[in-house]
């Protein structure tokens, strides 16, 4: 039995409640230990962790809310589920925004309760991985093992069993996502949620309704109150991607969260406390944001606590032939066909492309070798060669000393870029100008203006 070596312990103070949580849960055919006291329970977890722990709220002494401080303190990490005699709504409400798995009233439903119990066991960090490094999931992993993504990978390995704001700064498609769930996964919130928001893609009107949640009537159409994202992460981990695009008003809204740790609903005025650590991450360079005086610089500085940069692809193109190898193993299993990796020849054109479009744009083109069953279709295909090389010796655009007429040599980049970003976007324009960080209306012209073939 996979479970059978985490326990769960039980703190109630009445015996027969214990009783008879005990017995049901050995039934289970769970491990499981009670204790009459707070006291009791904290001793035993100095020598062992549990699965999950059942407490009850109202406990002579240190009370189940003190004792989850307690044991928080502690970095006893599990899971925890009340049960209590009264359903007294505040109590409830404490309870659950403290970050217990569930909250249960006596006389106690015993599918509730062991269904709850499975839930936390399933939940908690196993074993000795709770303050460990290694991924969990697929999701979490960072392929790469070129030294500019190893000082990624330190950094990441650096802050995140802290609870530290961190920035993570990156052109379009380098992992910037990636880095921030490998954080989490990796901190002691991982087993509360990550909600990610993309600010980029929330009308500018519903953003702060979506961040902090509304009350019923705070605007037309707010028919009943509505959670926000910062109440749904709530001792988890919020993500703020995009956060180069977040409005002006809402800047100041999340400025206040980030320094007092405190936001109302629209339409509310009960300040909500937010146990919640803020990754934020974008494409833009927010230096220059604030030089124009489209983002706060005093919000910077509360953001910018633990930058992490992650490089362009082609910056550390010795990752190359370990990522191809990741998205080939994935992609052929999920479509159970066998591909041939690149030969030499096109690594090497591989490792000269510019890649505009970075890691993405990577995993679309192994996508289609495997789609299309070969690596050697797509790459002429994607239209791409060194883009430096070429580009000079086009058209006999070298000047006689060997220099390189310069208007010349950046439309020709500027061409190819354009092709292999909507190659990479599947030919979607938005898609492709937003790789390059155009807008649309000035990708559009350069669309035109190069008459790249669109798909
Ligand atoms: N080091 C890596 N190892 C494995 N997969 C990666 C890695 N970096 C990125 N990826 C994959 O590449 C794709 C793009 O990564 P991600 O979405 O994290 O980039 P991003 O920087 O957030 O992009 P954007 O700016 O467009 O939002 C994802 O499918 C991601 O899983
Ligand atoms: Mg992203």
């Not at 109202?58 to 189940?64: A, H, M």
């Not at 919130?189 to 961040?211: D, G």
């Not at 591909?339 to 192994?366: A, F, I």
């Amino acid at each position: 039995m996979n479970d059978a070596s985490a326990a769960v312990f039980v703190v109630d103070d009445d015996v027969s409640v214990r009783e008879a949580v005990q017995g049901l849960i050995r039934s289970a055919n769970l491990r499981v230990e009670t204790f009459a006291s707070g006291r009791e329970l904290l001793d035993r977890c100095r020598d062992e962790v549990p699965g999950c722990l059942v407490l009850d709220v109202n406990l002579p002494g240190l009370s189940g809310l003190d004792l989850q401080q307690e044991l928080a303190s502690a970095d006893v990490r599990a899971p925890v589920i009340f049960i209590t005699g009264r359903s007294d709504i505040w109590t409830s409400v404490r309870a659950m925004k403290s970050g217990a798995l569930d909250f249960l009233t006596k006389p106690l439903d015993s599918d509730a309760l062991l269904s709850a119990i499975r839930q936390g066991i399933g939940r908690s960090p196993k074993l000795g991985a709770a303050r460990s490094t290694a991924p969990r999931t697929p999701s979490e992993q960072m392929v790469g093992d070129s030294p500019a993504f190893r000082a990624v990978i330190d950094r990441v390995a650096m802050v995140a069993p802290t609870d530290s704001t961190v920035l993570i700064l990156g052109e379009t498609g380098t992992g910037k996502e990636r880095v921030a769930r490998a954080i989490h996964a990796r901190s002691h919130r991982s087993a509360r949620p990550m909600v990610s928001v993309n600010c980029a893609a929330i009308q500018p009107s519903l953003i702060a309704s979506e961040l902090f949640g509304h009350e019923r009537g705070a605007f037309t159409g707010a028919v009943r109150r509505h959670l926000g994202r910062f109440e749904l992460a709530e001792g988890g981990t919020i993500f703020l991607d995009e956060i180069g695009d977040l409005p002006a008003e809402t800047q100041i809204a999340l400025l206040r969260v980030l320094q007092e740790r405190e936001f109302e609903r629209v339409g509310g005025n009960e300040p909500i406390h937010a146990d919640v650590r803020v990754i934020a991450a974008t494409h833009r360079d927010l230096r220059s944001a604030i030089a124009e005086g489209s983002f706060r610089a005093d919000l910077f500085y509360r953001l910018n606590v633990f930058p992490i940069h992650v490089p362009p692809l082609r910056e550390r193109s010795s990752d190359i032939p370990l990522l191809v190898e990741h998205f080939l193993r994935a992609h052929t299993s999920k479509l159970g066909r066998e591909v041939r990796g690149p030969d030499e020849k096109t690594l090497e054109m591989m490792r000269t492309h510019s890649w505009p479009g970075n890691v993405r744009e990577l995993q679309n083109l192994v996508e289609r070798w495997v789609v299309w069953g070969s690596s050697d279709v797509s790459i002429q295909e994607s239209g791409f060669a060194s883009e430096g090389a070429q580009a000079a010796n086009e058209d006999g655009e070298q000047a006689p000393d060997g220099a390189v007429n310069l208007r010349k040599y950046i439309e020709t980049v500027e061409r190819r870029l354009i092709g292999s970003a909507m190659t990479a976007a599947g030919g979607n324009r938005s898609e492709a100008a937003r790789r390059l960080g155009l807008s649309r209306g000035a990708f559009l012209e350069r669309l035109r203006k190069y008459a790249v073939k669109t798909a």
